[in-house]
């Protein structure tokens, strides 16, 4: 066993393997349900913090145009001006890329969690942690891997593909269909403000030497990107066992209804995380500010001190000056 296997794989394994073995019937396409589930209440604090980025970059569009036209294509200027504001709001534009490194393990290993169902069930027992093995149905299937339940709902076999020598199951093509349409929904949900401008646009735009608008070409390539993930996902579903995409358009699913949730609550709660990071600039601000004043406030005082003091060394020595006149 490799370290993956180890660390990644086999904890999969024997949660999924605990979860069938209590769901009814045995049902591993429950199983799948629940676990997927499972994983997207694990991610919530992720997914908050990740939608959160998202609306600061919405709330954040008319700042980063102001800064385009002051910089008057200085794209030093620029791209300085931009680090500064996302570092003020605390906006880290990369940080969406975290859950899908978290997310990608989960969906090899659970590749391999099938294909130790299905073609490797001598490995069953292998996989298994020993204390795993009290529950009865978990050692029953220890003892006799053929006793395995693959079938979702008792009809579907989700450990085949969509299409295979066995012939078309036309419930995993749905279910393809169905990872296509939910992949659509949950990136429309968090994509950039679209542009007015088309790819050809700005394409035509460089070629006649024009420096291209980084938001306005960021936004193209994700309405396109938006339009072609759906199609890719489809053919890769297709592909690949029912089960995993059983967990895709459940996680999928389940990440529409997040996501509509955290976008569309309370706008004051919001905007009171997006300005977390704005009230410490403030007190940062306001700190250096009155410091400033302190500093001037002495320097006013002092001239003050300093007038007077040449005011009465003036009166005091006028007279003298008048007497020996």
Do not use: C
């Not at 209440?41 to 998202?54: C, D, M, N, S, T």
């Not at 990440?255 to 706008?267: E, P, S």
Request: proline share 4%; net charge positive; aromatic share 10%.
């Amino acid at each position: 066993m490799n370290i993956f296997e180890l660390f990644i794989v086999q904890p999969i394994f024997n949660l999924l393997l605990a979860i069938y073995s209590v769901v009814p019937f045995a049902d591993f396409g429950i199983a799948v349900i629940l676990f997927t589930i499972l994983v997207r209440f694990a991610l919530w604090p992720l997914v908050v913090k990740q939608l959160h980025q998202v609306k600061a970059m919405r709330k954040l569009q008319p700042e980063l145009a102001r800064i385009k036209k002051a910089s008057k294509g200085n794209r030093q200027l620029e791209g300085v001006q931009m680090l500064e504001l996302y570092r003020k709001h605390g906006v880290k534009p990369f940080r969406s890329i975290l859950i899908l490194l978290i997310q990608l393990p989960i969906f090899i290993a659970l590749f391999r969690v099938i294909q130790i169902f299905t073609t490797h069930r001598d490995q069953i027992q292998q996989f298994t942690y020993s204390f795993m093995q009290s529950l009865e149905p978990v050692r029953q299937l220890v003892a006799e891997p053929d006793s395995f339940n693959k079938l979702f709902l008792g009809v579907v076999d989700i450990t085949s593909t969509a299409i295979s020598s066995q012939g078309v199951n036309i419930f995993l093509i749905l279910l393809a269909v169905a990872a296509a349409y939910t992949q659509y929904i949950i990136s429309k949900q968090t994509s950039p403000q679209s542009s007015n401008k088309r790819l050809r646009d700005v394409l035509a735009e460089a070629g006649e030497g024009k420096q291209p608008d980084q938001a306005e070409l960021n936004a193209v390539m994700a309405s396109k990107m938006i339009k072609f993930l759906p199609f890719m996902m489809f053919f890769i579903m297709m592909s690949l066992p029912g089960a995993i995409g059983l967990y895709y358009v459940t996680s999928n699913l389940f990440a529409a209804i997040q996501q509509h949730f955290l976008l569309k609550r309370d706008v004051e709660e919001m905007e009171e995380l997006a300005d977390k990071q704005i009230k410490k600039e403030g007190k940062k601000a306001t700190a250096k500010a009155r410091a400033k004043q302190a500093r001037e406030a002495a320097v006013v005082k002092s001239g003050k001190k300093s007038e007077t003091k040449v005011t009465r060394i003036t009166a005091k020595d006028t007279p003298r000056k008048s007497k020996e006149g």
